[in-house]
Nanobody
Framework: QVQLAESGGGLVQAGGSLRLSCAASGRTFSSNSMGWFRQTPGKEREFVAG????????YFADSAKGRFSISRDNAKNTVYLDMNRLTSEDTAVYYC???????????????????WGQGTQVTVSS
């Protein structure tokens, strides 16, 4: 069974940092771009950051530029999201997904991703 499992969320004060992890099992995603999205109640899931299969290309939503970084370890089948200078607006459930199309890069739409995990809650207190 193919699964993605996010972890690393928690409660952090504004200005703090967190590292989220997304571990894949059941198959390798070394040929797929991976993405992080987030969702708050009543709102659509929104793109945060993406990374190409090799890790050579990364891309971010404007809200994440300059504060977040994304990386991957294909040997561990894991993708990371490092979040710095967090604000209350970053409070959300964070999800990772795998691009449906192998070797495609730059996808930012939910419909372009698959294999969503259960999400990990990030709460930033002000």
């Amino acid at each position: 069974q193919v699964q993605l499992a996010e972890s690393g969320g928690g409660l952090v004060q504004a200005g703090g940092s967190l590292r989220l992890s997304c571990a894949a099992s059941g198959r390798t995603f070394s040929s797929n771009s991976m993405g992080w999205f987030r969702q708050t109640p009543g709102k659509e899931r929104e793109f945060v950051a993406g990374i190409s299969p090799s890790g050579g290309r990364i891309y971010f939503a404007d809200s994440a530029k300059g504060r977040f970084s994304i990386s991957r370890d294909n040997a561990k089948n894991t993708v990371y999201l490092d979040m710095n200078r967090l604000t209350s607006e970053d409070t959300a459930v964070y999800y990772c997904g795998a691009d449906r199309v192998p070797y495609r890069m730059g996808s930012v739409r939910i419909t372009e991703y698959d294999y969503w995990g259960q999400g990990t809650q990030v709460t930033v207190s002000s």
